[in-house]
């Protein structure tokens, strides 16, 4: 199977590769995705008290598909409203990286990580209580 | 001067050597009759090629020439031999045992003689370096078995069975003894007499011949091994494989097999040397690097390891001037990570982490320094890029984590 020249280009020059502090207030932490099955996103997201996404990192344990949507979700956030980053679908991911049928989980775990770490820092904010990631 | 691409997957297939070559090419054109052809000299001319390759064939396991039957390849040997045996011996029993990390060619026709209700399969479980115990096949047996089939060498880790000792059970308890044997001739010494095996299949494209070309040994003596065919038709290879026989596949897997036996201990040596050369330089750049299969008794050209924390898919896209193979799901038709490797009771993530290197004959020292190079900085990349490399190092047991997926 050949990859697309945009997933490739993630893959080789990956955009927003890193960490924020976990404990930062302003920032959301989605982990999604497990070890066994060979893909497992961490997408951060440091959101303004306005719900604007001012900032992304990630990391991502996974194929060449799979880094390349967690990194262009990272570019597809920014500046976004939280309430519009809820909003997006994982097809757009697919679209953008032409990614064949076999990678679309990929994309929805993408889309998932963002609705995770989302939903992480309305915790924090004290906006709907949710169950810690981690025992 | 170093060349890009650099093939190491020799397990996948080696490249056709030019002296098999040079003995192929006048029977594509000068020499093109049919073996079976037995009234025109086209026809004794192929004749006496594929009788010579029979006895190269045989000399490479310490077979006699008529004990060679011709197939399209190792995945029919194993369909013949499994199949054939289930058949042709169904009113002795309908009992066979295998074990779990057998080529799918083995334990497909197992499956499917189950399915069909003409067999039931004991599938014997192997240990943290993937050898199967030979009290375990001993213990398997009831009086109802009637085929063993364990395989030499695995593909994919390289682990060397106890195939002398599984022979010496099969042949106490009269029972056919078939192996797998793709891997091993050729690269480790294969005797059938001496390892007691009555069925063995083999491969040319794995041992520098042509694609397209295998052979099943069939023991004619001691005891004498009966098949029910699975194709039908003219009555070839005394009646168990039907079918004009490729004497232009056969000659070469033939001259490919004289070579491999004539150079077989030097070159068993050198893999071994730049395998070990291998392994020593990823073992030194890199921490977490985990070794899949046995420590010794392991094919010379292999080298099987998990890079944790480092999806295989992933690494592979990133040494892309390299071929090599990885278990990770991502690189199988299924989906799945390879069953070899979560058969040894390893992390499943380890699966996924894992990396094939296959060395062959046409390797070089400079490759080896050039591949250890590209996958440890390619690594150390994703490591980087590795949320479970990063909570390893915070000290998070990712065994402790909930994961969501």
Redesign the interface.
Known sequence: MS?SDKVLDH?NH?RN?G?FARDDANVGTG????????????LQLKISDAGVIEDARF?????????ASSSYVTELVKGKHIDEAMAIKNTVIVKELNLPP?KIHCSVLAE?AIK?AISDWKTHKGVAPQKA??? | MLKTPVYMDNHATTPCDPRVLDAIMPYFTSKFGNAASRNHSFGWEAEEAVGKARDQIAGIINAKSKEIIFTSGATESDNLAIKGVAEFYKDKGNHLITCVTEHKAVLDSCRALERLGKATVTYLPVDKYGMVDPDAVRKAITDKTVLITIMYANNEIGTIHPIREIGKIAKQREIVFHCDAVQAVGKIPVDVEKDGIDLLSMSGHKIYGPKGVGALYVRSKGPRVRLTPIIDGGGHERGMRSGTLNVTGIVGFGAACEIAKTELAGEARYLTDLRNQLQAQLFERLDEVYLNGHPTERLPGNLNVSFA???G??LL??INDVAVSSG???TSAT?E?SYVIRALGT???LA?SSIRFGLGRFNTGEEVDYVAERVTKEVKRLR???????MAREG?D?K??????
Not at chain 1, 35 to 42: S, T
Request: one cysteine or more; aromatic letters at 10%.
């Open positions: 990859y893959y990956p590769v960490s982990v999604v995705g497990a070890p066994e099955c060979g893909d497992v996103m961490k990391k991502t344990f996974g194929c060449g598909s799979a880094i076999v998932d995770a990631q981690e025992k | 924390y480092v999806e898919e992933s896209m990133g990770s799901a991502c989906l990570p992390d499943e993530e996924h980087e890029m590795s949320p479970l490399y990063e998070i990712l402790s984590v909930q994961w969501k997926a």
